[in-house]
């Protein structure tokens, strides 16, 4: 007698699909999964909006208004004026000399402050380990002293009647510099703070560049002096097409630092210069607007700025986009 239990089951009917095994994900699933991220970046992404977006799209439309203490206050209503700020800026001669004054001051500093970051990260790759320390240390001090504090010194330091620079040029033999006034010509006023505003960026270049300059393969360099390269020709050849991305990004912060300078010159004003030989973009959109109660012309300047440092930078930006592609 036949079993029945184990017979064998009949055949699928032709048409019917087997089965599956391999089973795939649900799309569903996957894409849920996807969005997470952006689930965790929608915070972040919110707060970044509206702290840096919404005081930009403010200014903006500040600029298209007259905006003086009675709108500050709310006593009056914003007036559109349209492009009438703009167009007195385009005719204002005293706004052609700041911008003049600003482009020159941008490009001094930043060329002065490159030069000699990278001069200083260079040496310390030279140093033996502990003045290679010290050196890191003096400089990560002047980096950290905070602005008030280094101008406070930096104005005893050039101080009139008892100021060590003055003191130690009279002990040099020049004796014209007896109770000089740094800070009353426009040449001078712009030297010293030059110097103070060098003085504080290059710690953060000779840092940058130093770390970029670890990175330098040793053996091509070795191969090179065995060729026959000299300093100058392996530092040239080698080293600077090695670390020129770090230089670029350097480069490009700090044309916007120095373009954008104001506490430096705001307090050398302070301290004795003339405000209306020495004012730079930062100092004059403040005085525009904290000063003459001009807040429409200050945001008008602030906003022809921002273009500014477009201009200026978008040979940089594009030079970094096409090296991160």
């Not at 670390?243 to 050398?268: E, G, H, K, M, N």
């Amino acid at each position: 007698m036949t079993d029945v239990t184990s017979a064998p089951a009949p055949p699928a009917a032709l048409g019917t699909p087997l089965p599956r095994t391999d089973v795939r994900p649900d799309r569903t699933n996957r894409r849920r999964r996807a969005l997470v991220p952006y689930l965790f970046l929608a915070p972040v992404a919110t707060v970044l909006l509206l702290a840096l977006g919404y005081p930009l799209v403010r200014q903006v439309v500040m600029s298209f208004q007259e905006f003086g203490l009675a709108q500050q206050f709310g006593t009056a209503e914003p007036e559109w004026v349209g492009l009438d700020n703009y167009a007195a800026l385009v005719d204002d001669a005293t706004m052609w000399g700041v911008v003049a004054r600003s482009l020159a001051f941008c490009v001094v500093n930043a060329g002065l402050t490159m030069v000699i970051g990278t001069a200083v990260a260079t040496l310390m790759t030279q140093l033996a380990g502990p003045v290679r320390l010290a050196l890191q240390t003096c400089l990560l001090l002047a980096w950290a002293m905070p602005v008030i504090a280094a101008m406070t010194v930096w104005q005893w330091l050039f101080d009139t009647q008892y100021g060590v620079v003055n003191w130690a040029l009279v002990q040099a033999g020049l004796a014209d510099f007896a109770g000089h006034s740094w800070l009353l010509e426009p040449l001078s006023f712009y030297a010293v703070a030059t110097v103070i505003v060098v003085w504080m960026s290059v710690p953060f270049v000779a840092f940058s560049v130093y770390a970029a300059l670890t990175q330098v393969s040793d053996e091509v360099l070795e191969a090179a002096q065995l060729d026959g390269a000299g300093g100058w020709q392996r530092f040239r050849h080698i080293v600077v097409p090695t670390i020129a991305p770090v230089l670029s990004v350097v480069t490009l912060l700090q044309i916007i630092w120095d373009l954008r300078v104001f506490a430096q010159i705001y307090y050398l004003q302070g301290a004795g210069g003339l405000r209306s030989q020495t004012d730079l973009l930062g100092t004059y959109i403040y005085n525009l607007g904290i000063g003459q109660s001009n807040y429409g012309m200050a945001s008008a300047v602030a906003m022809f700025m921002l273009v500014l440092t477009l201009v200026l930078t978008i040979g940089y930006v594009r030079r970094l986009a096409k090296e991160e592609d």
